[in-house]
């Protein structure tokens, strides 16, 4: 069993800056496309941040870009989101996810293999 753990949330003001971690059992992690949603109150689980297996090739939602950048250590078997400008509509449990064919391109809900259990991050006005 494969088991995603997140680590890193909590209560920022807004401008401020957190990185969430997600450590990944297994040996298999360099091998999956790993990536970031966000789902907030009443709202549907939205895409943020996705990296491939080796970590060349990313992709951030358009409502991070330029303040988020998601990043990965394959010798540690964790993948980072730095977040920083943070907004109060950032508020949102962020959850930890993977793909375990690697495929970073269909990164979507519907396509994830794994999933962490979420860690919640709150940015207040």
Do not use: H
Not at 21 to 36: K, L
Not at 39 to 56: D, H, L, T, W, Y
């Amino acid at each position: 069993q494969v088991l995603l753990v997140e680590s890193g949330g909590g209560l920022v003001q807004a401008g401020g800056s957190l990185r969430l971690s997600c450590t990944v059992s297994g040996r298999a992690f360099s091998s999956y496309a790993m990536g970031w949603f966000r789902q907030a109150p009443g709202k549907e689980r939205e895409f943020v941040a996705a990296i491939s297996g080796s970590g060349s090739t990313t992709y951030l939602a358009d409502s991070v870009k330029g303040r988020f950048t998601i990043s990965r250590d394959n010798g540690k078997n964790t993948v980072y989101l730095q977040m920083n400008s943070l907004k109060p509509e950032d508020t949102a449990v962020y959850y930890c996810a993977a793909d375990r064919w690697g495929s970073v391109q269909a990164f979507v809900v519907p396509n994830m293999d794994y999933w962490g259990k979420g860690t919640l991050v709150t940015v207040s006005s």
